[in-house]
């Protein structure tokens, strides 16, 4: 429906709306107080991190849960979780590449490692890319221009609503029980988001 979409596009477009120069200091920062550590294991620092504030996010908004604010709660939780992954893989990008924020659009780019490589090569399919050129970061950025970045949004878009979806019944239709399973479930998830992070921004 239109305007749930609406709704959902608001909550994606606040999901990725990150401060940059506030990432790349950050990373400095952290580069100056270990100036050894490897980007590997700068980057699992990073999402340990995010992994207990995700877990936080899903043990409480699945505490109160019942049927009547499933959806709502739903909502709150894979908005934070995603929002605290997208954080965590801005600086997984600016640590393997300082230069990764030069591109003003570049923000979008980081929801496919959170997504995983379905929503990305769903993407080169509605491009018309074929199979054979495999699913690089090089392949999937020569196709996510402005053109198609419309495009990539709505696909974008059809995966948060799925993942408020499982969530709503999953997760928040049982009464504190459903904030354990949140917790467990954003965890999991955080950690998944992770080694596909290092995968995609490491390997280009």
Known sequence: MPNEDAALMKVLEW?????????????QAERKNKPNISNAKLVKRTF???QWKATAAGIVTGLPS???????????????????EVTAAAR??????????????????????????????????EMGVRGGMGLTRAAIKKYLSKETLKAFKKIMLKYFGLKVTQ???ITKTLPIIGGGIGGV??????GRVKKRSIKYFGDN
Request: net charge negative.
């Open 15 to 27: 999901v990725v709306d990150i401060d940059p120069p506030a990432v790349i200091a950050s990373v």
């Open 48 to 50: 340990s991190k995010a």
């Open 66 to 84: 019942n049927p009547w604010v499933a959806l709502p709660a739903a909502t709150t939780d894979v908005a934070i979780t995603l929002k605290t």
């Open 92 to 125: 997984a990008a600016v640590i393997y590449n300082e230069n990764f924020f030069d591109d003003e659009d570049a923000k979008w780019e980081l929801l496919i490692p959170i997504f995983g490589m379905n929503a990305s090569s769903q993407l080169l399919r």
């Open 167 to 169: 969530k709503g019944i």
């Open 185 to 190: 479930w954003n965890y999991i998830e955080v």
